[in-house]
């Protein structure tokens, strides 16, 4: 029945000056390319950290204790009001968002996948 199911989950927090995205990829095979655009605030930079094994299957051991880690990615785009960054296959994301606050009338944060 070719179904399309999105395999990101995300949520976000924010304060004055600093946005916290929460992003799963819940697909065991697939890269994600995903854009996070932000509505009230201007980003200034970007840090993302992610845990993600091989495979999904990967745990930590006595004998492997770091086979599954807390990792950064350098490569995070900032571009006017949007951030981009490549999500691993079954990885857990965190992306801080250093950004100054403006006044909008849109909802703050909108994460999208680009396709």
Do not use: Q, W
Request: charged share 30%; aromatic share 8%; net charge neutral.
């Amino acid at each position: 029945m070719g179904r399309n199911v999105c395999f990101v989950d995300a949520s976000a927090t924010a304060d004055e000056d600093i946005v916290y995205a929460y992003i799963v990829n819940r697909s065991e095979e697939e890269e994600v390319d995903c854009t996070i655009s932000l509505k009230g605030f201007t980003p200034i930079s970007a840090e993302h950290r992610y845990i993600a094994g091989e495979d999904v299957n990967d745990k930590n051991t006595f004998d492997e204790p770091n086979k599954v880690r807390i990792l950064g990615n350098k490569d995070v785009r900032v571009s006017g009001c949007k951030i981009r960054l490549r999500l691993l296959p079954h990885s857990v994301n965190i992306v801080r968002i250093n950004a100054n606050r403006v006044r909008s009338l849109f909802p703050p944060i909108y994460i999208a996948r680009l396709f």
